[in-house]
């Protein structure tokens, strides 16, 4: 009997259009650097989330770091943030010296709770970062009125929202003062690595492409009033990302279809948990369920060709934080029941089945 073919947890997909682009760009004698290519994937992104401002920059942990600079964060700033997510987020705050602070989640969204992050509240708060978790959002509007009321920008990191609306038109990471999105290779888009800033200020807009740019006053001159880096983009991821561009409205879809697919045939099994999703407002980046006895669950579909992936420890207890003094007991219940199921976009039908059918027999 032939072996089945091995379902990966996820798996990039890049094919004919991307080469073409390359080569069709390589052929164009582009600058390869960031240049056109890299504004128009900008103004693709800008039209595609309703954001007056895109700007890219080298990774969604880089992109959330230049949000905070923008919005006047530094060192020894406090920034609240969930315990439940990437390590990047609170890393994003060490990078440039300030201080990330733990907030538990809520249900059924896994979004910052915002009796919590009123909890956390200091003098020394300079800024909240909600993470829209697998594109689900709790109502991020009521959170960015809180943080009005006490003068503190909100800033979105939504590195796995891309095609994920917090309301009917309205996308996330286009709410807070700046919103972030990664193109890192699980996304539903990628450029390899990549990620991206949105805003609808002017002000915070051109501090941001300051601050990517060695704090140059004008394009390509040596002139320079602020203090900046080099966090710039190439055309050559750009040209890849346009090409994925133009897959993602199918890849939407077709994550939502994959999401309806192991709901129903995951149905009725007592130790395995889907939370609430609203299709017509996520787009699911991963298949998260919180199962019974996860690490069994993960063995077994390994031996049988199943790729899955546990979820995020909580960062608390990472011990690059090392803060066990803490509790957060919702990120610490779901974080440890959660798994990752295959969720490429170009899973078929019948790999959903075989997964969900393995899950079943598993806990028959
Ligand atoms: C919620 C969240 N924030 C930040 C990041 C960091 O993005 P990148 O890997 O592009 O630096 C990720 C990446 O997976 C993420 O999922």
């Known amino acids: 009997m032939t072996k089945p073919v091995r ?78 997510t990437m390590i990047a987020s609170p890393n994003s705050a060490k990078m440039i010296g300030a201080v990330p602070v733990f907030a538990d989640v809520e249900l059924p969204t896994l979004n910052l709770d915002v009796k919590a992050v009123q909890a956390a509240f200091t003098k020394a708060t300079k800024a909240v970062m909600h993470v829209s978790f697998n594109g689900r959002s709790n109502d991020v509007e009521r959170l960015r ?17 891309l095609g994920s609306y917090f309301r009917p038109g309205r996308h996330l990471g286009t709410v807070g003062a700046v919103g972030c999105l990664s193109f890192s290779l699980p996304k539903i888009i990628s450029t390899g690595q990549g990620g991206a800033l949105m805003t609808n200020d002017d002000e915070i807009a051109g501090r941001i492409r300051r601050l990517k740019d060695f704090g140059r006053s004008g394009g390509g001159n040596d002139i320079h009033h602020s203090i900046g880096y080099n966090f710039k983009y190439t055309d050559l991821q750009a040209a890849v990302g346009l090409a994925q561009m133009k897959k993602l409205p199918w890849r939407v879809e077709r994550k939502k279809q994959i999401w309806l697919r192991y709901a129903q045939g995951l149905a009725g099994i007592r130790q395995v948990e889907m939370l609430p999703t609203d299709l017509a407002l996520v787009s699911p980046w991963f298949i998260d369920v919180f199962v019974d006895d996860r690490e069994a669950l993960q ?19 990472q011990k690059a934080y090392g803060r066990d003094d803490l509790s957060f007991p919702v990120t610490e219940g779901y974080s440890m029941r959660g798994l990752w199921l295959p969720s490429s976009s170009q899973l078929s039908d019948a790999d959903i089945d075989r997964v969900c059918a393995e899950i079943r027999t598993h806990y028959a």
Not at 305 to 317: A, D, K, Q, V
Request: with cysteine; aromatic share 8%.
């Open 7 to 84: 379902i990966p947890q996820m798996e990039p997909w890049f094919d004919a259009a991307e080469r073409e682009a390359l080569q069709t760009y390589m052929l164009g004698g582009g600058w390869v650097t960031e240049f056109k290519e890299t504004k128009t994937f900008e103004d693709a992104l800008a039209a595609f989330m309703g954001a007056r401002h895109v700007i890219v920059t080298n990774n969604g942990t880089v992109a959330l770091s230049l949000a905070l600079l923008a919005v006047g964060v530094g060192p020894g700033d406090e920034v609240i943030v969930p315990d439940l």
């Open 145 to 161: 009125a809180l943080c009005t009321a006490r003068g503190v920008p909100l800033i979105e990191d939504s590195c796995q929202s």
């Open 299 to 317: 063995a077994k579909l390994d031996r049988v060709g199943i790729g899955t992936r546990p979820m995020y420890p909580p960062i608390h207890r």
